[in-house]
Nanobody
Framework: VQLQASGGGLMEAGGSLRLSCAVSGLTFSRYTMGWFRQAPGKEREFVAAIKWSGGWTYYADSVKGRFTISRDNAKNTVYLQINSLKPEDTAVYYC???????????????WGQGTQVTVSS
């Protein structure tokens, strides 16, 4: 199983970014997909999740209204659109897959390697 996150970079505050996570080795359409992030010196935190069908999404309060999670089951890819970037969004962003609908990181069995997002003020 491989989860390959990409799309990170150095951005200015107020900008937008779209992260992608390409998944292989599992039946993508059967998994809940989540995005998590870990800032320097902080614990990993939940960002967003989307059910296998795409009909259910859930966001951390800190990103509601600015982040949008979506998926394309035909491409085995999940996306995270980030708008109105803030310096506090600086973190390594990880995608993960879970066999059921959950926002708990410990319940995600598969993880990608992460992609760095750095937002300058």
């Amino acid at each position: 199983v491989q989860l390959q996150a990409s799309g990170g970079g150095l951005m200015e505050a107020g900008g937008s970014l779209r992260l992608s996570c390409a998944v292989s080795g599992l039946t993508f359409s059967r998994y809940t997909m989540g995005w998590f992030r870990q800032a320097p010196g902080k614990e990993r935190e939940f960002v967003a999740a989307i059910k296998w069908s795409g009909g259910w999404t859930y966001y951390a309060d800190s990103v509601k209204g600015r982040f949008t999670i979506s998926r394309d089951n035909a491409k085995n890819t999940v996306y995270l659109q980030i708008n109105s970037l803030k310096p506090e969004d600086t973190a390594v962003y990880y995608c993960a897959a879970a066999s059921w609908v959950t926002v708990e990181g410990s319940e995600y069995g598969y993880w990608g390697q992460g992609t760095q997002v750095t937002v300058s003020s």
